[in-house]
C-alpha cells in the first residue's frame, strides 16, 4: 500500500452512456494528493458528466471511483468544494444569504462559526462589497465568483471546480488562477476543467486531456512535456553537412533545407554535445535551437481543431 | 441502492486517508507544495514531484460543531416564508373569510338559511370554518401543489439542486425536510384562514359561545379546541397532497409542470368523486374526505369520519412518499 501514491480522486473505468450515446468512455482519472489536474477538453468532450460522477449526482453507467480514499462520494463530500456547470443560487436572496442557505444545510457545519466563514470566503473572491446585493442582480463574473466562495466556506482537502473561469474577463481569469494556486499552497488538491488550455495552463501540475469522452493524455505537465518529440535546428550554410552529423549522432527523422538542418532528438542528445560534434566536424553552426511544439499544440492535436462541439 | 442517500457521519468526516508512511516521513524533507502563487508549469510539476498530503485538518468540523438539526427545515421556511409570490398566496387565502365576512354583513343572510355564512352572522366563530369550507376544495390544494412544485422541480430547475447534494445533504433527509416543510406550510395557510376568519368574524359579528348543528352549546374553550381539531384535520388532507406534489417534484425539473400536474390531480379526483356511477371508489379519493371537517361543528364531536379521512391521507402519504424517495434516491442530477 505504501508503495502505491495514494490518489485524491481515481476513478476505473468510468463510462456513462446517455440512451445511445456514451459520454463518458472507460474512464481512468489520477489525480494525485497535491495536484492542480487541468481536466481539458473541448465542449460536449464530456468533462461535466465525468465531475457529475466523481461526485455522485449522477450515477456511472459502469466502473468505479474514488474520492479521498472513500469509494462512496457522500463520504468524501464534506471535505471537497465543488462547483459544476456554472454557479447557481436563490436569486432572490443576497449573495450572503446564499451562503447561509448553504451553510445551514451543512450537517457538519458549526452554526456559532457561521457568519466568520462566510465573511472569510467572500472576502476571498472579493465578493465583500456586493454580498448583500440579490443574486439576481449579479453579474456572471460575480455569480462565478460566489459559486467559488460556496466552493469555500469550509476547509477543504479537495476542490472540483468545472470551468471556473467561463464567464469572467481576463483580470477575473487572472484573479481565479491566483486564488487556485494559493489554495493549492494550502495544500488542497484541485480538479479544475477547462475547454481552454491558455486559461489554467500556467498553475497545473498535472493535466488530463478528454476527447469525446475518452481520455487521450494524463500525466504530470513534465511527462506530458517529455512525451513531445523535440526537434534539433541547425542553421548554417551546410545544412548536409550538418544533417550527416545529426545522423551520426543518434538523431532520426533527418530533414535538410537550403540553410537549415533538423532532426528529432530525445534525452540522450543534450544540445551541448550536438553541438561539439557539428563544430568538430567543422560544420559553421550560425545558430542552435531546440525545438518543442506548445502544450496549446499538443492539445489541438490531440482534441482537435475548430469550432464543432464532440457530439 | 444510490450510495449517496446516507448522510455522513462524524467519523466519516474526521476519517483521514490511509497515508502511506513513507509519504509522511518525506514530507519534511521534500518539497511540499510550494507556497508561491505565480509558477510556471516546470516550477510546478518539480515541485510536486512528492506531492505532500493535505496538511489542514477538519477537526474544527462535525464533531465540535453543536449540532443544531432544525437548521435546514428553519432555512427551508424561510426560503418559503420569504418569497413574494408565497406572501401574496397567503393574502388570497386570508382575503377570503374576510370578504365572506364582509359580504355577509353588508348584505346579510342568503334567505335559505341552513348555510354556514348564514349562521355566522350570529356567531364570528363560525366565519372561518366556513371559509376553510370554501377554500379547501381548490384554494389550499393550489397553494400546496404551488410549493410542492418549488421543493424538488424548482431547485432542480435553478441548478441549488446540485450544490445541496455536493454539500453534502443526504438524499432522503432532502426529501424529509422538504416534506416537513411542505407540511408546515399547509399548516400556515390553514392557520392564517382560521386567523383571518376570526378577527373578521369577531369584529363583524362578535365572538360568542357556539351553537352546534347539533343545537348544543359550547363554551369558548372547547369552540377554540374544535377550531383546532379541523385545522389539524385540513393540514393532515393537505399533507396527503403534498405527498402527492413531492412525488411529482421528483418526476420533472419544470416547476410549473409539478404544480398544474397536481392540480390534475385534484380535479380529477374532485370529478371522480361527483360521478355517482363510481360510488365504489368515492372512500379511496382524498377529496371525499375533506369536507368531513365540518364534523367539529357536531355534538357531541363524531370522530369516525375523520378517522376514515385521516386513514386515507396516511395511505397516500405513505404511498407517495415511498415513491417520492425511490425516485428521488436514484435519479441522475443532470442539471
Ligand atoms: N442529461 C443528458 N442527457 C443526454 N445527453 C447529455 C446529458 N448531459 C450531457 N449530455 C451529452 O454529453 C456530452 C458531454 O456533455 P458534458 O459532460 O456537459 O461536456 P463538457 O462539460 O465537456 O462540455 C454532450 O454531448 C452532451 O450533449
Ligand atoms: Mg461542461
Redesign the interface.
Known amino acids: 500500500?505504501?508503495?502505491?501514491?495514494?490518489l485524491a480522486v481515481a476513478t476505473h473505468g468510468l463510462t456513462k452512456t446517455f440512451g445511445a450515446q456514451v459520454v463518458v468512455d472507460n474512464l481512468d482519472l489520477v489525480v494525485?494528493?497535491?495536484?492542480?489536474y487541468g481536466f481539458l477538453g473541448p465542449n460536449g468532450s464530456g468533462k461535466t458528466t465525468t465531475i457529475?460522477m466523481i461526485?455522485?449526482?449522477?450515477?456511472p453507467t459502469a466502473g468505479d471511483r474514488e474520492l479521498?480514499?472513500?469509494?462512496?462520494?457522500?463520504?468524501a463530500?464534506?471535505?471537497?468544494g465543488?462547483l459544476?456547470?456554472?454557479?447557481?443560487?436563490?436569486?432572490?436572496?443576497s449573495g450572503r444569504a446564499n451562503l447561509?442557505?448553504?451553510d445551514?444545510?451543512?450537517?457538519?457545519?458549526?452554526?456559532?462559526?457561521t457568519r466568520r466563514r462566510v465573511d472569510a470566503a467572500l472576502d476571498r473572491v472579493g465578493l465583500m462589497a456586493a454580498a448583500a446585493k440579490t443574486y439576481r442582480q449579479y453579474s456572471l463574473g460575480m455569480r462565478q465568483r460566489l459559486a467559488i466562495a460556496?466552493a469555500l466556506l469550509?476547509?477543504r482537502?479537495l476542490l472540483v471546480l468545472d470551468e471556473p473561469t467561463n464567464g469572467l474577463d481576463p483580470q477575473g481569469t487572472r484573479e481565479v488562477r491566483?486564488l487556485i494556486?494559493?489554495l493549492?499552497?494550502?495544500?488542497?488538491?484541485v480538479v479544475v476543467s477547462s475547454h481552454l488550455l491558455s486559461e489554467i495552463?500556467?498553475?497545473?501540475?498535472?493535466l488530463g486531456v478528454i476527447s469525446a469522452g475518452t481520455m487521450v493524455a494524463q500525466g504530470?505537465?513534465?511527462e506530458i512535456r517529455a512525451r513531445q518529440q523535440t526537434t534539433a535546428v541547425v542553421h548554417t550554410a551546410d545544412p548536409e553537412q550538418a544533417a550527416r552529423v545529426l545522423s551520426e549522432q543518434g538523431l532520426t527523422q533527418i530533414e535538410s533545407g537550403r540553410d537549415t538542418a533538423r532532426g528529432v532528438a530525445d534525452d540522450d542528445h543534450p544540445p551541448e554535445q550536438l553541438v561539439a560534434a557539428l563544430v568538430a566536424a567543422g560544420v559553421g553552426v550560425r545558430g542552435f535551437a531546440l525545438e518543442r511544439p506548445s502544450?496549446e499544440d499538443l492539445f489541438v492535436e490531440l482534441t482537435g481543431e475548430g469550432f464543432d462541439v464532440a457530439h | 441502492m444510490s450510495p449517496t442517500e446516507h448522510d455522513p457521519t462524524d467519523s466519516e468526516v474526521s476519517t483521514r486517508p490511509p497515508r502511506p508512511s513513507s509519504n509522511l516521513l518525506n514530507q519534511g524533507s521534500d518539497a511540499g507544495p510550494s507556497s508561491t502563487p505565480d509558477l510556471s508549469p516546470q516550477d510546478l510539476s518539480s515541485s510536486k514531484q512528492e506531492p505532500a498530503r493535505p496538511t489542514r485538518s477538519l477537526s474544527t468540523r462535525g464533531t465540535s460543531a453543536s449540532k443544531r438539526p432544525g437548521r435546514f427545515l428553519a432555512s427551508e421556511l424561510r426560503l418559503i416564508i420569504g418569497r413574494r409570490r408565497n406572501q401574496a398566496g397567503l393574502l388570497v387565502l386570508a382575503a377570503v373569510p374576510i370578504i365572506m365576512a364582509i359580504a355577509g354583513a353588508v348584505w346579510g343572510s342568503s334567505g335559505r338559511g341552513a348555510d354556514l355564512m348564514s349562521l355566522a352572522q350570529g356567531n364570528g366563530v363560525l366565519v372561518p370554518l366556513a371559509a376553510l369550507g370554501v377554500e379547501i376544495a381548490m384554494f389550499l390544494p393550489l397553494a400546496i401543489a404551488m410549493l410542492s412544485g418549488d421543493a424538488i422541480a424548482g431547485e432542480a430547475n435553478q441548478g441549488t439542486l446540485r450544490y445541496l447534494l455536493t454539500v453534502p445533504v443526504g438524499r432522503t433527509r432532502i426529501l424529509a425536510v422538504k416534506y416537513l416543510s411542505l407540511c408546515i406550510g399547509a399548516l400556515i395557510g390553514v392557520g392564517t384562514i382560521v386567523v383571518a376568519g376570526l378577527i373578521a368574524g369577531g369584529l363583524l359579528f362578535g365572538l360568542g359561545p357556539l351553537t352546534t348543528l347539533s343545537g348544543t352549546q359550547l363554551d369558548l374553550g372547547n369552540t377554540v379546541m374544535r377550531l383546532l381539531v379541523g385545522v389539524a384535520y385540513l393540514t393532515c388532507a393537505l399533507g396527503a397532497i403534498a405527498a402527492v406534489g413531492l412525488f411529482v417534484s421528483t418526476l420533472t425539473e419544470q416547476p410549473i409542470a409539478a404544480t398544474i400536474a397536481v392540480m390534475i390531480f385534484v380535479i380529477v379526483c374532485t370529478i371522480l368523486g361527483a360521478i355517482e356511477q363510481l360510488a365504489w371508489l368515492h372512500p379511496w379519493l382524498i377529496t371525499s374526505h375533506l369536507m368531513a371537517f365540518a364534523d367539529v361543528l357536531r355534538d357531541p364531536l363524531p370522530l369516525d369520519n375523520m378517522l376514515r379521512g385521516l386513514g386515507i391521507f396516511a395511505s397516500y402519504a405513505v404511498v407517495f412518499w415511498l415513491s417520492a424517495w425511490a425516485r428521488f434516491t436514484t435519479k441522475d442530477i443532470t442539471n
Open positions: 500500500m505504501s508503495e502505491q501514491p495514494a494525485p494528493y497535491g495536484a492542480v457529475r461526485l455522485g449526482l449522477i450515477e479521498l480514499g472513500h469509494d462512496r462520494p457522500i463520504a463530500l464534506p471535505r471537497i465543488a459544476v456547470e456554472g454557479p447557481a443560487f436563490h436569486p432572490y436572496l447561509v442557505r448553504l445551514a444545510v451543512d450537517a457538519t457545519a458549526d452554526p456559532r462559526t460556496a469550509a476547509p482537502d491566483n494556486a494559493s493549492a499552497a494550502d495544500g488542497a488538491t495552463e500556467q498553475i497545473c501540475s498535472h504530470s505537465v513534465e502544450l
